[in-house]
């Protein structure tokens, strides 16, 4: 019998760590915590086994080509397949950064987008048919929209916006901030936002490329945990992090022949339209 598999990238800490603590109860199948770092996602791991739980660990840096496709062959080679991955790593400047705009373009949008583009380049091929796909998005993805041109708000919410294209639109916005032209082009003058709208939008790009692929039933949804207590946050966040786990749980579990939530921005464990969605704390 096929041993299902479920992986969560950047998992040793916040609401990476609360969805692997989540899978773990609710997955059947094996879940694995992954981390830059080995030292401490095996001291998360034990963590977790202090609690009764078994998540597995794989050493994974979204931003190295080498530690991603040595993790792809070792799932290829053990499980034959993957049928959830949950896209949660990420990182930003906090908000008194000092850094200039222009490194924070760059290095923002290298993780957050790249990163998970360059993931979901190597495990989509790996997906078996009824698999979930759970990127993590944010709210500033809406908040940063908004704050987007007109004729660049149009250019991200163009529903037959290709990969190319968004790439591109990003790659533009990483270039104006380095020489500090971006909000005169039209973007937003949040790196973490403006990355997050490419996840927000990469989301449902990937969920329409799927949807014609012949394995059937995988699903590719972006989500918004909420403002959770977390480092990214400097632990000013309401919500604890298993509560920020909740939604991105609820969507690696979709159960088999879902038609919505699929391709959406989905909070609160509903489906919103993401370029007016506003944030309520709870």
Known sequence: MTTKVAVVTGSNKGIGYAIVRGLCKQFQGDVFLTARNEELGKKAVQSLNDEGLNPKFHQLDI?????????????QNTYGG???????????????STAPISEQAEVTMKTNYFGTVAISDAFFPLLRPHARVVNVSSMTSSYAIRKCSPEMQAKFLNPNITREELTILL????QAAKTGDHEKEGYSDSS??????????????QNRQLSTDPREDIIVNACCPGYVDTDLTSHKGTKTIDEGADTPIYLSLLPEGTKSPAGDFVAGKQVHKWDEYTYKVD
Do not use: C, H, P, W
């Open 192 to 205: 973490y936002g403006m990355s997050k709208i490419g996840i927000t939008v990469l989301s449902q790009i």
């Open 82 to 96: 993957l049928d959830v991955l949950v896209n949660n790593a990420g990182i930003t400047y906090k908000l008194g």
């Open 171 to 174: 790659n533009a916005f990483v």
């Open 63 to 75: 931003n190295d080509q080498t530690s991603i496709e040595v993790f792809r062959d070792f799932i």
